[in-house]
């Protein structure tokens, strides 16, 4: 019998797992223990060599992958006004990649990590399970960039921080509280809104602009600077906080930071040394040593690599499960059936959604409206003319019924007496792409801005492959139950006519030209949202005066938020806020666009399903627990509808300075913003 080479990588890697562990074996000393130091973390990740079959099938899978990913010629240098911040040759890294020795395996996915992150592009990043939130590394002190009443603006200890840190750690309160140094030792509480007059010896934004350049995922550098900072989100379970990339590292990057701060009520500056924790990940499993670390956690699993769904063997018992992809962005698990009738467009991130409890003091006290549900909450301020809707997400386990909540919360307020309306879409990563373009259509109301359609046109990626997958579909009829992405009938064409069975919509190719490189389009698509998908016929009225509503965020509102911002700022007359930000620094009040974001698991269905896994164009199965995320369509632009949206400017109508009395807390910001952009 004769085995394929993934089967037998696979089987020589188990047989290595499988040997007796070494007296000094870095994982076995961490094993069992939900706490651990960094250092012995990292011994354990780069205790492990390069594996040159594994290296080189994590290449492959990335490098054919990207074909189908619309932006890797525009990434090379985007237009402006983001010129200065995307401008990756993800090609020719690959090949250095290739090229390049390491001195771990977690050296390498450092390299393929971040490679892809200088794309600024949360569609497209690569996440390896056997390293990302294996562990999550936490300090007690989230930050917050605060204006004093003088409008100078500060880093500091945010407020909140020891609420929040006693209430998620209090496993580990006591290691912060002996790790502060003399009359200090034991009052970690007092550190709480102290200024942060160096970071490590340094200006506090060189930490920050520092992480701006690993930590990926938005474009606009205000947005990644953001992202340093703690926030809040509104989560299906309730309200979270976020604590921000300098409480929160996904990997053991650091071991302590040294924080110079000025302690409110003090006129002297302190110097503590606090140590950071990492703890390890909901979704890790139990390992005893580093063989059953990397094969519990690092092997590709159910769901890492596409199916044939047409194969007899086929089995969807794993519809709807957690997979490798879902770990990493907001929207839960469905099935693929859902999946392929209401496409996606949401962000992937590096760190799972975070758990962490927002302080119950900063908890909105104001009563749910009707129709509140999960993501979506509604509100009445006590102006008693200001309704808000908080939109942590456009993703839900049930599409009809996040439509409805949408649609009854805001007839809700508006029968309240509510004139104006506050969205607020802190952190929200987006989710079902029709559900944006519902929520513009209920609140606008029947007009040439949302009839026949309230998206935004797209364009897919038009390579050799994807051209493969489609005449597979409609000549050979390999899609006889109407499954796959690529079947035409999933898509209308620009007049927003759909296509009929059996049309080739990717022919004839449209070609361009993108920084000098020659590359293939389809034809421009319109609207796939029809009526007929949407739960109920929406209002034959507008429910609010586009112009007197304020759309709320810190600036990271991506994809499917994204598509809704841009549409109502850029179409409606809507404002736009984004929450704090540097003053000097332009604020952005959404990135990352796309169109429409898929990932190679899905990709490679369409290759199975299509018979076409054998080509040598298609990417080989996946021998990692990973996850390559992709923009398959990418949306035209409202002031230019002749190119890509996501390279074009979004600047929030207000960077709204947050003060300590407001840092974090919901219906305060709310009713600042009402004040200010609502009188």
């Given at each position: ?43 354990c990740f780069t205790s492990v060599k390069v594996n040159p079959a594994i290296k080189e099938n994590i ?85 917050a960039l605060l204006t004093d009443s003088h409008g100078f603006q500060s880093v500091h200890i945010s ?521």
């Amino acid at each position: 019998m004769v085995f394929p080479l993934s089967f037998l990588i696979v089987a020589s890697l188990a047989a290595v797992y499988a040997q007796p562990p070494h007296a000094s074996d870095p994982c076995a000393a961490i094993a069992g223990q939900k706490w651990v130091a960094p250092k012995d973390l990292r011994a354990c990740f780069t205790s492990v060599k390069v594996n040159p079959a594994i290296k080189e099938n994590i290449v492959q899978v990335i490098n054919k992958t990207l074909a189908f990913h619309t932006s890797v010629n525009y990434q090379l240098r985007a237009p402006a006004p983001f010129t200065a911040d995307v401008h990756e040759d993800l090609l020719g890294d690959l090949a250095r990649i290739e090229r390049q020795s390491y001195r771990s395996d977690y050296d390498l996915h450092i390299d393929f990590s971040r490679t892809l992150k200088r794309l600024n592009d949360g569609h497209c990043v690569w996440i390896n399970s056997c390293y990302a939130s294996l562990f999550t590394n936490y300090l007690p002190t989230p930050l917050a960039l605060l204006t004093d009443s003088h409008g100078f603006q500060s880093v500091h200890i945010s407020p909140e921080a020891f609420s929040v840190a006693s209430a998620e750690f209090p496993d580990q309160i006591d290691v912060w509280q002996n790790a502060l140094p003399g009359p200090l030792k034991g009052k970690l509480a007092t550190l709480s809104g102290a200024k942060v007059l160096l970071i490590n010896g340094q200006d506090p934004f060189v930490a920050v602009n520092a992480n701006a350049q690993i930590a990926g995922s938005y474009q606009a550098l205000g947005t990644r600077q953001n992202g340093f900072f703690s926030s809040y989100q509104r989560v299906a379970a309730g309200w979270n906080y976020v604590m921000g990339n300098f409480a929160q590292q996904s990997l053991p990057l650091s071991d302590s930071v040294v924080l110079t701060i000025q302690r409110i009520n003090s006129t002297r500056p302190e110097t503590v040394v606090l140590p950071y924790r990492a703890r390890i990940g909901a979704a890790t499993v139990a390992f005893t040593d580093t063989a059953s670390w990397r094969a519990n956690n690092c092997v590709a699993v159910a769901g890492t690599n596409g199916v044939d769904l047409y194969a007899t063997s086929t089995s969807s018992s794993s519809s709807g499960s957690l997979t490798p992809l879902s770990k990493f962005q907001q929207q839960p698990p469905v099935s693929p059936q859902v999946a392929r009738k209401q496409p996606l467009n949401v962000i992937l991130d590096t760190a799972p959604p975070s758990d962490v409890i927002l302080p119950p003091v900063l908890q909105p006290s104001l009563p749910a409206i009707n129709g509140s549900r999960g993501v979506s909450q509604f509100y009445m301020l006590n102006d008693g003319k200001t309704g808000v809707m908080a939109l942590g997400s456009f993703s839900d386990t049930n599409f009809n019924a996040l439509l409805l909540g949408m649609l009854n919360g805001l007839v809700s307020l508006k029968s309240l007496g509510a004139t104006q309306l506050i969205v607020d879409v802190s952190n929200n990563g987006g989710g079902f792409i029709c559900a944006a373009h519902w929520l513009h259509r209920i609140i606008a109301g029947p007009k040439s801005t949302t009839v026949p359609k309230s998206g935004l046109d797209t364009k897919a990626r038009n390579g050799p492959l994807a051209q493969l997958i489609t005449k597979q579909i409609t000549q050979a009829n390999a899609d006889p139950q109407n499954q796959l992405l690529y079947n035409p009938i999933n898509w209308a064409n620009a007049s927003d006519v759909f296509f009929a069975p059996g049309t080739d919509w990717l022919q004839p190719p449209v070609l361009t030209t993108i920084n000098g490189r020659a590359d293939a389009f389809s034809q421009r698509l319109g609207e796939e949202c029809a009526a007929s998908d949407f739960p109920v016929a929406p209002p034959p009225e507008a429910l609010f005066d586009p112009k007197k509503v304020v759309i709320v965020s810190n600036g990271r509102c991506a994809s499917s938020c994204s598509l809704f911002s841009i549409t109502m700022n850029k179409k409606e007359g809507s404002k736009t806020v984004v929450l704090g930000g540097k003053r000097d620094v332009q604020q952005q009040y959404c990135g990352i666009v796309g169109g429409q974001s898929t990932d190679f698991s899905t990709m490679d269905t369409e290759i199975k399903s299509t018979k076409l896994k054998s080509n040598a164009l298609a990417p080989p199965d996946l021998l990692v627990n990973g996850v390559q995320g992709i923009t398959w369509r990418l949306a035209f632009g409202v002031n230019d509808p002749t190119e890509p949206e996501e390279w074009q400017s979004r600047p929030a109508d207000l960077n709204l300075p947050i003060t300590a009395d407001i840092v974090n807390n919901p219906v305060a910001i709310w009713e600042t913003v009402a004040k200010k952009l609502l009188p």
